[in-house]
């Protein structure tokens, strides 16, 4: 799949834009501040619904406009999609495909893509939480009725921490909330395939990141990946992460130990009011020969993961997709990589279908890369 033609409408800092794309590479080069992540910041939110660099959706809007536009032209062998978005900045986003109405949840169905940009260090050296988002983003994108399964766990979630607080408050016993069981029934049943699914997904990753790190570092680093689960007995969120589960494992099994650590934490949860066990205090660990990436790596290992985590997401989505490779969008990533490490992920990215480029500095990028060149200046395309 490819991007022909991106139209904006007070997105950021564009009043307006209309800018062709081709197949192969795509380089967007402008001094920093113009408005070139602006343009791979649109395209991803056409496929996950969000941004990588805010996390409402006000930003979006140009200042002083009601609205923004995100529209896209999809080819995809000889099959041409319209996809778009309106971001509202006082009410509910609207959809279109061929101009016809959608869900804006259904838009992901039509467009797949992944991004990488310097935001995404975090997910080595950050919190859980942007691991999480990570693993269950890509899951979306390879099924999108996950995205129901998330959203009904998060609902579920909720309404259980509400009860904890209350029984907290009130000094209720565990055993007269006989309402808790029935949210305890249905934690149980949308976690625990939650959790199966982001096993299963991190086994496809598990050989991908180790190649992609080896193509981007050239070197035999061992970068691996592991859950980390709280059903187990870690506790990431409270820095306890040494219960790890290996291998892809089915959701009857996470139930039955969901429901255990449940039992086990009950009277901890009503001290707290929160619940401490399931899939939203789970980690994504991540090791680099043998030792956790975070606290260990250096920054060049660090940026060098966290490439390798967007590749590995890409050749995934390759592999399933049925409307063909991602495009796959590198946000200034050449001006961190050394010429040797330039060369490489040249070399890597090549196979892909579309690859969209932002750069400061033309000469940061390879000459392979620079075949559609488009300037970019106070959100105007100046040159193409």
């Known amino acids: 799949m490819i991007v022909t033609r991106l139209n904006l409408s007070d997105f950021r800092n564009y009043e307006a834009a209309d800018i062709e794309l081709v197949a192969g590479a795509n380089l967007f ?24 660099r805010v996390p409402t959706d006000q930003a979006l809007v140009r200042a002083g406009a009601d609205s923004a536009i995100v529209r896209a032209r999809l080819q995809h062998g000889d099959r041409s999609v319209l996809v778009e978005v309106q971001i509202n900045r006082s009410s509910a986003n609207r959809a279109q495909v061929n101009r016809s109405p959608i869900k804006t949840r259904d838009l992901p169905r039509y467009f797949s893509s992944v991004l990488f940009a310097p935001e995404d260090l975090a997910l080595v050296r950050a919190e859980p939480s942007g691991r999480r988002r990570f693993l269950d983003e890509l899951l979306v994108l390879l099924s999108p009725r996950m995205s129901g399964v ?75 990946l592991a859950l980390s689960l709280t059903v187990l007995g870690a506790d990431p969120e ?10 892809a494992v089915a959701a009857e099994q996470v139930a039955g130990w969901f429901r255990s650590s449940l039992e086990r934490l009950r009277r901890a949860e009503l001290e707290r009011g929160v ?18 990436a975070r606290g260990y790596a250096s920054h060049g290992e660090s940026w060098s ?48 279908e579309q690859v969209l480029i932002t750069a400061a500095v033309y000469d940061d990028v390879p000459d392979e890369l620079t075949g559609n060149t488009v300037r970019i200046r106070a ?3 100046v040159e193409e």
């Open 29 to 52: 080069v402008g001094s920093n501040g113009q408005g070139k992540t602006n343009l791979v910041e649109s395209l991803g939110y056409l496929s996950t619904l969000g941004s990588h």
């Open 305 to 352: 993961f966290a490439l390798a985590l967007k590749l590995a997401s890409a050749h995934v989505l390759r592999e399933d997709a049925p409307g063909g490779d991602p495009v796959l969008m590198l946000d200034d990533v050449f001006a961190e990589l050394d010429e040797s490490r330039r060369g490489r992920l040249a070399q890597a990215v090549a196979g892909y």
């Open 238 to 247: 409270e820095g306890v992460a040494d219960a790890v589960g290996t291998g």
């Open 150 to 224: 998330i959203a009904d766990y998060e609902r579920v979630l909720k309404q259980r921490n509400t009860l904890l607080k209350s029984a907290r408050a009130t000094g209720v016993k565990g055993d007269r909330l006989s309402t808790l069981e029935i949210w305890d029934d249905r934690l149980v049943q949308l976690g625990s395939e939650l959790v199966a699914a982001r096993s299963e997904l991190v086994e496809r990753l598990i050989p991908e990141v180790a190649a992609a790190y080896r193509s981007i570092a050239g070197d035999d680093h061992a970068a691996s």
């Open 379 to 381: 959100g105007r395309v």
């Open 275 to 292: 619940t401490l066990a399931g899939p939203h205090r789970d980690d994504l660990v991540l090791t680099l020969n043998g030792l956790p």
